[in-house]
């Protein structure tokens, strides 16, 4: 037998389907190499082995009782630590919520349950969901399969890396500002980020809520489609989620992989001319550019003249959002509780279970979202931002009234090694310069390897209007369909 | 000029409930110093008379229909909590014994 961990995601759930093999030998197999290759990774936070295995037996029952089974039925996935699993350890890579088991299940980790998938456990992460490398976990970076000196991207680099590395075929990851993509294009991985409000947030730790976006990770687009029908659609528990039907994405990605662009306009956005970015991402992406031409796209070049004041709107935004969400992480109610000794104040017990509990980058957040949202600086700062934000929206409502999607290198540069862009934050901000427009507008995007630089994967991202997350995955297929999946050296 | 000094760090950090150390103070002021000076440009945006935008889905006064269904149980509700005491949260005291 082939080994089990290669196959995708739809393979993988058509053998168990077939019963060619059994749901519980699929876990087995993925459980076993993440018992083999993750202590050189560093993918998982924790792995639950025992829920694994009952969810597989589960899936194995239903089948052999002669139940219909779902798409993804019997397909382990790996989940990102920022969703709440139920008694199962949850802790967004923070100290502050160490060994945490949230009383509920998100609605997605719910989903992906009905759906019969089986969950082999929890992902590193940049704490809080804060960073571009995983280096900001309170529990050691994860390792990028394709170099383990370097990054794997983030904050999602443990779904990433887990996918990279062959421990699991999909993973959940959230997008704030790139956290699925970014980590996606550094691992040569195909990561989604679908339109704000297609997925829901309920039992996600929110970071920035006008921008926190879950979605799907996996090896090659169908398998991202596949995933993203699974989790979308309308939930009552989120007041942002969109009311209405996801288009049909599987479908999208099947008739992108036919190869045929014809009658697709696809827009260059002018102002991501290569400033600020490496010469052989921005080689790799003309080629790709170059490949959808020959697939029959017609390309344009479009101006988006408000991009450039993306980061900074975003670097006010969604630290004033998080200033504000994680005040809930006060030691009262869950996690951690630092000096209750009887001789301090309940104020005293909160600023110092907050100082013990979150780590550097979450601290300059918090610190900076209090800033910009403090008297004084609001109007300069965050009432500046929104208003920004709104031209940003403008500049992609009349670029989509020209082109169908756009298109941008994921990430200005390659995996980069440790330590190279932590002394200084805003260099590693920097990461986020191309993903960040999309979360600002509320579209949707995702990133499919598009060819290598020195060695290592460079992604392509492709945008698309609000709630045409069909478009990109139509657009991602056919490029995958010439470019092919990207496979890392053997670890 | 400096965007933000060590003393309005420290300030910011006592409204946000984060006893950081001195040490924290000194690499903290210089780093969002960087950061400041770097998103200030957003101030070079004519933006007057511009609309803000909080979020990206246009909906307002959402409900659901008002239909009980289950929700988190005491003991459920408190299995997270890092002290409880007859069912209820149990928090350091919060008044002075004088007060």
Redesign the interface.
């Known amino acids: 037998m082939s080994d089990l961990t290669r196959l995708t995601a739809a393979e993988l759930a058509a053998t168990i389907a077939a019963g060619d093999v059994s749901a519980v030998e699929v876990a087995q197999a993925h459980l076993d190499r993440i018992a083999a290759v993750d202590e050189r990774v560093h993918a998982f936070l924790h792995v639950d082995t025992e829920g694994a295995l009952a969810a597989a037996r589960d899936v194995d029952t239903r089948r052999a009782a002669g139940e219909e089974l779902g798409p993804l039925a019997g397909v382990p996935i790996a989940v990102k630590d920022v969703l709440a699993t139920k008694g199962v350890p949850t802790t967004a890579a923070s100290r502050i919520l160490e060994g945490w088991r949230p009383p509920y299940d998100a609605t997605i980790v719910e989903r992906l349950r009905a759906a019969g998938t089986v969950m082999l456990g929890k992902t590193n992460m940049d704490e809080f969901a804060m960073g571009s490398s995983t280096e900001y976990s309170a529990y050691g970076a994860t390792n990028n399969p394709w170099d383990l000196g370097r990054i794997p991207g983030g904050s999602g680099g443990g779904s990433a890396a887990a996918i990279a590395a062959y421990e699991a075929p999909l993973a959940i990851g959230t997008d704030t500002g790139g956290s699925i993509r970014q980590p996606g294009a550094v691992t040569g991985t195909v990561g989604a980020k679908p339109t704000y409000g297609g997925t829901s947030r309920y039992g996600l730790i929110a970071f920035s809520s006008s921008l926190d976006t879950p979605g799907p990770c996996a090896r090659n687009v169908q398998d991202a489609a596949l995933l993203h029908s699974v989790i979308a659609g309308h939930d009552p528990r989120d007041s942002t989620s969109i009311p209405q039907a996801v288009p049909d994405v599987v479908a999208a990605a099947r008739l992108g992989a036919n190869g045929d662009l014809t009658g697709v306009k696809v827009g260059l956005v002018s102002e991501f001319n290569g400033e600020g970015a490496e010469p052989g991402v921005m080689a790799a992406f003309r080629d790709a550019v170059e490949a959808l031409t020959k697939l029959g796209a017609e390309v344009v070049e479009i101006s988006c003249p408000h991009f450039q004041y993306a980061l900074p709107a975003y670097y006010l935004i969604a630290p004033s959002e998080a200033s504000s969400n994680l005040a809930r992480f006060d030691g009262v109610r869950f996690g951690l509780r630092t000096g209750d000794d009887g001789k301090h104040s309940l104020e005293e017990v909160m600023s110092l279970t907050r100082e013990a509990g979150f780590g550097p980058e979450v601290k300059r957040r918090i610190i900076l979202g209090t800033y910009a949202l403090s008297s004084g600086y609001y109007d300069a700062y965050y009432g500046q931002a929104q208003k920004v934000r709104t031209l940003i929206t403008r500049d992609f409502t009349s670029a989509f009234e020209q082109v169908d999607v756009l298109v941008s290198p994921t990430t200005p540069f390659v995996a980069f090694p440790f330590g190279s862009r932590t002394s200084d934050p805003y260099q590693m901000y920097l990461a986020d310069l191309f993903t960040i427009p999309t979360n600002l507008y509320g579209g949707p995007a995702i990133s499919v390897p598009c060819g290598l630089s020195e060695g290592l994967p460079v992604g392509l991202q492709i945008m698309a209007p609000t709630m045409a997350d069909d478009r990109m995955y139509r657009v991602a297929a056919a490029l995958e369909s010439t470019v092919g999946v990207l496979t890392p050296p053997a670890l | 000029m400096a965007a ?1 000094s060590r003393e ?2 420290a300030h ?10 001195e040490q ?1 103070l000194d ?2 002021a210089g ?2 110093d ?3 000076q ?8 004519a ?1 007057t008379d ?8 246009p ?1 307002t006064n ?1 409900f ?1 229909d008002d239909v009980v269904v289950p929700g ?2 005491q003991e ?2 408190l ?5 409880a005491e007859d069912g209820r ?1 149990r ?4 008044l ?1 014994e004088e007060a």
């Open positions: 933000i309005e760090v910011l950090a006592r409204l946000s409930r984060l006893a950081v150390t924290e690499v903290f780093q969002l960087v950061i400041l770097s998103v200030a440009r957003i101030g070079d945006v933006a511009i609309p803000p935008t909080s979020h990206s889905v909906l959402v659901r988190l149980s459920g509700a299995s997270g909590a890092p002290d949260f928090v350091p005291r919060i002075d």
